[in-house]
């Protein structure tokens, strides 16, 4: 079962991409995010004919989730119970005998903004009900854009972001508390060296000279940890024409899970 992530920046301009991608990598599960798509436009019939279900919660321009499959998708979820928010980022979903849940995390603008301090309650809240999920179902899958660089590993130049937003303190912390639910980057699983990365800016030949951070993740459970085959950043979307961003991110699990 390979189950992926990937920020499209649009889905509208990025779609080609996304067929070409789920033809090339095949994926049994594919989170996106930035779909920026208002729901009555998700292109529905063009992944049904790639091979596709689709979930999806979206709004016009902005933010927008979606959950693509191979296989059923059942009880889906949008958003977090006790949590109005008119922002689309929160996608659940079950398919098979593992619950996937795809979080676009408030970016933050800024150390010390408003919407930094937003970002951190909005992170507080995601974490509480993961607590609550988790419990529901032990074989949870964790993936987004989560706008954090984990450690400096993460980082293509620790001291110029250090204390910078993606890279601060209280938000590698709000991290942290949700991986201490019991959750593991499934990445780390299998390789501990830094410089791989998965958005670099569109400015200054980031993505030619490097210049990243890896900020997409795929997150699993300690019932799934051990089904882990492999995971991998695939930076070949990246070097297409009109790319995204962001790249796509993926753990493999044991056909026998």
Known sequence: MKIASWNVNSLNVRLPHVEQWCAEARPDVLALQETKLEDAKFPVAALEAAGYRSAFSGQKTYNGVAILAREPITDVQHG??????????????????????????V????????????KLDWLAKVTAHLAEE????PRLVVLGDFNIA???????DPAAWHEQILCSTPERDALKRLLDLGLADSFRLFDQDAGHYSWWDYRQAAFRRNLGLRIDLVLVSEALRASCRAAA???TPRTWERASDHTPVLVELDDGR
């Open 80 to 105: 977090i119970a006790g949590f109005d928010d008119p922002q689309r980022r929160i996608l659940s979903a079950t398919i098979g005998d593992v619950r996937v849940v795809n979080l676009y995390v």
């Open 107 to 118: 970016n933050g603008q800024a150390v010390g903004s408003e919407k930094y301090a937003y």
């Open 134 to 137: 988790i419990q529901r179902h």
């Open 150 to 156: 984990p450690d400096d590993r993460d980082v293509h």
């Open 233 to 235: 950043i695939d930076r």
